[in-house]
Each structure stands twice: as structure tokens, then as C-alpha cells.
């Protein structure tokens, strides 16, 4: 069973540029999830999807993140403007559904913002 | 406020040694799950293991054991012989059930087995 892909691996951007990430969950799974990683600390998540809706975005820093989910299946997660606190590792995982199921990570996307 | 606390910022042990990493949660709520997660330096998230808080009994699986006691509002994680591929960062996670699946990690305990 493939796991989660993520793309880019690796990102260097200067501040103030635009960037995306791609995700593709496991085949099947309806919840994708969106993580920062700063260095040094846990996963802190930004966006829930539920097949193509959000249902939480309580932590997304809406004024330069965004994120969608348009067939339910990938997802892409956007920063525009990047700021140099942005500088972190973005975690995709998924699970099969809301409850509480084992969630399944991807490798992230390293972002680094000079 | 649901909070997760690893206070061991990073360990350092023989190969062969024994090692616990301590996590400590806060939560008001009865029902939640706790989880453990590995992540080696290829930066994916690993689940180790989840338990559910009306679950108090141990596990052991091969030479990784959990201790979960809720008096303490602890959770750890022992490794028994510990061995050169244990070398990652471990986080320990809390979910509080009712509400969306989401995750709260803590800050995590980089473990580096040297042989």
C-alpha cells in the first residue's frame, strides 16, 4: 500500500515569495490533515479536511495560508506572502475518517524562508 | 487546555542500555487517547502505539513497553536493549475525543544510541 507522498521535498524561498506544497493521501482515506513543524518542536496542526470540506481551520494563519482539497482526494497548502517564521518542516497525513483512527504522515516538505 | 510535556529535550545512551522517555499530559476531559510517534531522520511521523484513557493496562511490544498511569498523568515509553535504529525523536501526542481528530503533540525527546 503506497503511504502519503509529498512535494517538494525540500523548498528555499525568499521572504515575501509564494510557495505550494502538494500532498496525496493513502488511497481511500477521507481525512487530510496539514502540520508546521517548527525546529525543535512537535507537529502543530493548521487544517482538517474531511473528503473535500474543512472542518478545522482554527490554527491556519488565514491572512497568507491557504489550503484546499477540491476533489477529496489531493491537497495543496499555499503561503502567500512567506515570512521567515514560516521557515518549517509541513507535515500531510491522513486517516480513514474522523474517529479515532491512526493517522499516517508523510516525509514533509522542508521550507526554508531567507 | 489539553497540553502535552516531554521535559527530556534529548538523551543519550550505549547501545544495549535501557532508556524511558517521560511524557506528561493535561486534559479536563475523561475520555482521550494518548498516542506515541518516532521520527527518524527521514522526517516521517511513525505510530508506535495509541491507548485509550479507560485502558490503564500496560503493553509490551518486543523490546518497546508503555507505562500509562493516570494518577501521574503519565504515559512513557521504555526501550529495553536499546539498539543504533532507535535513533530518532520521539514525541508522545494526546486527542481528546467529542471533538475533530486532532492531535496535540508535545515537544519531543531526540534519542541517539551510540555503539
Known amino acids: 500500500e503506497a503511504g502519503v507522498a509529498q512535494s517538494p521535498r525540500y523548498k528555499i524561498i525568499e521572504k515575501r515569495q509564494s510557495v505550494a506544497f502538494w500532498c496525496n493521501p493513502i488511497?481511500?482515506?477521507?481525512?487530510l490533515y496539514w502540520y508546521q513543524q517548527i525546529l525543535g518542536q512537535g507537529p502543530k496542526l493548521l487544517i482538517q479536511?474531511?473528503?473535500?470540506?474543512?472542518?478545522?481551520d482554527s490554527q491556519l494563519p488565514k491572512d497568507r495560508f491557504s489550503a484546499e482539497r477540491l476533489k477529496g482526494v489531493d491537497s495543496t497548502l499555499k503561503i502567500q506572502p512567506a515570512k521567515l517564521e514560516d521557515s518549517a518542516v509541513y507535515l500531510c497525513?491522513?486517516?480513514?475518517?474522523?474517529?479515532?483512527?491512526?493517522?499516517?504522515f508523510g516525509p514533509g516538505t522542508r521550507l526554508t524562508v531567507l | 487546555a489539553q497540553k502535552v510535556t516531554q521535559a527530556q529535550t534529548e538523551i543519550s545512551v550505549v547501545e544495549k542500555e535501557d532508556v524511558t522517555l517521560d511524557c506528561v499530559y493535561e486534559t479536563r476531559d475523561t475520555t482521550y487517547y494518548l498516542f506515541w510517534y518516532k521520527q527518524p531522520p527521514s522526517g516521517e511521523l511513525v505510530f508506535l502505539i495509541r491507548?485509550?484513557?479507560?485502558?490503564?493496562q500496560n503493553e509490551i511490544s518486543g523490546r518497546y513497553s508503555w507505562n500509562f498511569q493516570k494518577s501521574t498523568s503519565s504515559f512513557n515509553f521504555t526501550i529495553t536493549a536499546s539498539q543504533v535504529v532507535d535513533s530518532a525523536v520521539y514525541f508522545c501526542a494526546l486527542l481528546v475525543s467529542g471533538g475533530y481528530n486532532k492531535l496535540i503533540f508535545g515537544a519531543g525527546t531526540r534519542l541517539a544510541v551510540h555503539p
Open positions: 488511497s481511500g482515506h477521507a481525512t
Open positions: 479536511f474531511q473528503n473535500n470540506g474543512v472542518v478545522d
Open positions: 497525513a491522513s486517516s480513514l475518517d474522523r474517529q479515532i483512527n491512526e493517522q499516517f
Open positions: 491507548r485509550n484513557s479507560f485502558d490503564e
